[in-house]
């Protein structure tokens, strides 16, 4: 009984803590994206290589380092880059912009070939539902980044067909592979 009334009084402190630093990050002016005349804040960053198939840069309103007591929408921005050289800190300053990674001419250290964004979709003790609304039919866009010891200015234009989806981030990009 006791271990549990402190596991319970741990997580709650967890979570306190959790919801006054996303209070912070969203106060935040560059961590955005916008889509039409909305604003929603995406103040935590990761950098992601699974299978060694690339790189997947997730820019979230959400610490996925606290998703399994999360309960909330979820705003983000996922970029799939294909050179790994990024997390691995062989740039300092990039511009990608998208291609097809079928076209003969593309370059994964000039290209990117997909990126998706979520607006407002239902997340749940790491669960994330398929409501709100899903963009992920990329037709072109540009992402430009710069990094400073060990953080980034990143700035983005994502096209899907006649929407478009523009934001910015300045802030440590984690690395969820180490």
Known sequence: MKTRLLTSLLLSFIYLLTLSSCQKEQNDSSNYLFHNADRYSVPFGTFTNQDGSGTQMTLSSIDFHFAVIYVGPCYYVNIFLKDNSITDGGYTTGRFTFKDHNDPSF????????????LNRTYQYDTLYTDGTTFDKLTDGTVLFNKHLTSYDITY?????TELITGNFSGKLYNDNH
């Open 107 to 118: 370059d994964s250290t000039k290209n990117f070939d997909a990126a998706s964004v979520i």
């Open 157 to 161: 234009e994502l096209h899907y067909g």
